[in-house]
């Protein structure tokens, strides 16, 4: 059945709650992605995937538009892989208590062959949706992954659901101690903001983090780099210091910038950040916004549970950027396999063939294999 683009109109005023979200312009541009993505499934049958509909599609939706009993059964996934065993080979990661752990490790792992990278978007996409997947197979939630929009809170992310420290959020700031602003890249110094001690709010201020840190970017008393490969034991409070600074890097204009890119190369360039011109970009605006420990740490950022919002939104503004152009932009990839400045000279660049690898996560992949969201292992849409 070929669906035309007034069906595709009608998916998409069909979901759920839609009238709940304090629309930007951003949720304008995602309406027309999905509407393209949708007609762009049907008319080109070869990208398709049968067994994904816009009927049957998960549809991932913003954190502040779903309601509290929504919220509460998505804390209460994430605590229960809190409270569950590891499953990862304990010589490779030996500080890995729990199957939030396992999560961690392997971004750790990974991190060097996975940012500023050809394949940094498709990985994290990849490796949310495999959290997604633990939090429902393994954990019984029946939602998707929520994503943070952050424009909708950038002037004060306190005053937000995400992190007024309710029982309905992803918890608060860590208490106050005097520190200074981190340099968040060559020339960017951020001013501090009113936490960098533990949290003390919501469901995860007595959360423990057990691996890294390896990149400290909280400059407080006592948090030190630890020894080795971040993998060994470390228990330690959740810190956070929740910055006003860097949310100003995630506001509406930011955002609305990425979509003005032709090229993939020139999106994710600009998504990741342009530090030698003292632009710090929308993903690592997001990360310095929760900042702390291990939210603030390249390798452990993971340990953070508000993460998973975070790359969720990274998600969406790539699907977003995709599905503005699909025939062009859906199958496309640029870039080296390993974090340019370690001294590697010429590293091979990344092609749609190379294989994505995720341990006791899920099932190795192809980048090309993790370009669209109806396709692959995927079948879901944003809202």
């Not at 683009?5 to 069909?14: D, G, H």
């Not at 759920?16 to 949720?27: K, R």
């Not at 991932?60 to 804390?75: A, T």
């Not at 340099?183 to 001013?191: D, F, K, N, S």
Request: proline share 7%; aromatic share 14%; charged share 20%.
């Amino acid at each position: 059945m070929r669906f035309s683009l007034s069906a595709a109109v009608a998916a998409l005023a069909a979901v759920p709650q839609a009238s709940a979200f304090n629309v930007d312009q951003w949720d304008i541009l995602a309406g027309k992605a999905l509407v393209n993505q949708i007609e762009y499934q049907y008319t080109k049958p070869r990208y398709f995937n049968s067994t994904c509909t816009p009927q049957n599609a998960a549809i991932r939706r913003e954190w502040g538009s779903l309601s509290k009993r929504e919220r509460r059964e998505y804390i209460d996934a994430v605590q229960c892989l809190i409270d569950s065993p590891s499953k990862i080979d304990p010589s490779f990661a030996p500080g890995a208590r729990t199957r939030f752990d396992d999560f961690v490790a392997v971004h750790i792992n990974q991190t060097i062959f996975i940012h500023t990278t050809g394949n940094f978007l498709t990985w994290h996409r990849y490796f949310t949706w495999a959290y997604e997947q633990a939090l429902r197979n393994e954990c019984g939630y029946k939602g998707y992954q929520p994503y943070w929009s952050w424009p909708k809170y950038a002037d004060d992310p306190l005053n937000s659901p995400i992190f007024d420290g309710s029982e309905y959020s992803m918890s608060g700031d860590g208490s106050y101690i005097p520190h200074e602003g981190p340099t968040a890249a060559p020339g960017i110094v951020l001013e501090p903001g009113h936490g960098g001690g533990c949290v003390t709010s919501g469901p995860f201020k007595n959360f423990t983090a057990n691996l890294g840190p390896l990149a400290v970017t909280l400059l407080v008393p006592g948090l030190d780099v630890q020894n080795g490969t971040g993998l060994d034991y470390n228990p330690r409070c959740l810190r956070r210091d929740i910055n006003v600074d860097a949310a100003s890097y995630t506001k509406i204009d930011n955002v609305l910038d990425l979509f003005n890119r032709s090229t993939i190369a020139d999106f994710q360039s600009r998504l990741q950040g342009d530090f030698a011109n003292g632009y710090l970009g929308v993903h690592s605006g997001g990360h310095y916004t929760i900042s702390g420990d291990p939210a603030g740490d390249f390798f452990a950022s993971p340990g953070d549970p508000v993460f998973y919002l975070h790359h969720s939104a990274i998600d969406r503004v790539f699907w977003t950027w995709q599905n503005l152009a699909p025939r062009e932009r859906t199958f496309v990839v640029e870039g080296p396999t390993i974090l340019p400045g370690l001294g590697i000279e010429n590293p091979a660049n990344a092609t749609l063939d190379d294989v994505q690898y995720f341990d006791v996560l899920a099932e190795d992949r192809t980048i090309r294999e993790l370009l669209d969201t109806t396709s692959g292992p995927f079948c879901y849409i944003y809202l």
